[in-house]
């Protein structure tokens, strides 16, 4: 058994990036975490040589559309099967030291999120502040790294019921996408 700490840095963050790891790690049934950190992403992952292997060439393969990659680093070590971890998670941030990562830029409206803005029987119908995580304002928002919402001046907007489900599943466009909001 291999332990993987991968340490990412680029553009990665309020991108998708997160959700996309824990995508990759649960397909493979691959257990560890991910958690921004003031610089980048780490990772740590566990598994068989191969299967870190692959999970690592799928992050440069399949990454997000609105993410770049400057830097990826491995550090792999054996484990104990005993200790291995149970299950992936993201999770919180993890501060460390004063170094300020790269800002991701605010994009503009992506196709999935018009279709809902003219979309009469959506929440979102004609919402300004319509995004998701492959578009909207990130740079206008944040007032430090890591991007998380309660970094941001989103912090002043608790979320609705209906965007925290979004928020939480995995399977959703807005899983973790840090500036959603709707009317409500
Ligand atoms: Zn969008
Ligand atoms: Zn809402």
Redesign the pocket.
Known sequence: MIRARIGVSGIIQGVGFRPLIYRLATTRDLTGYVANTAAGVTIEIDGSEQDLERFVLSINNEKPPLASIDQLHVEKSEIDPAVKHKSFEIHASIASGNRIGPITPDTDVCDNCLTEFFDPED?RYLYPFINCTDCGPRYTLIEITPYDRPLTSMKHFP??????AEYIDPLDRRFHAQA?????
């Open positions: 929440r979320m609705c019921e209906q965007c925290r959603t909001c709707c009317p409500i």
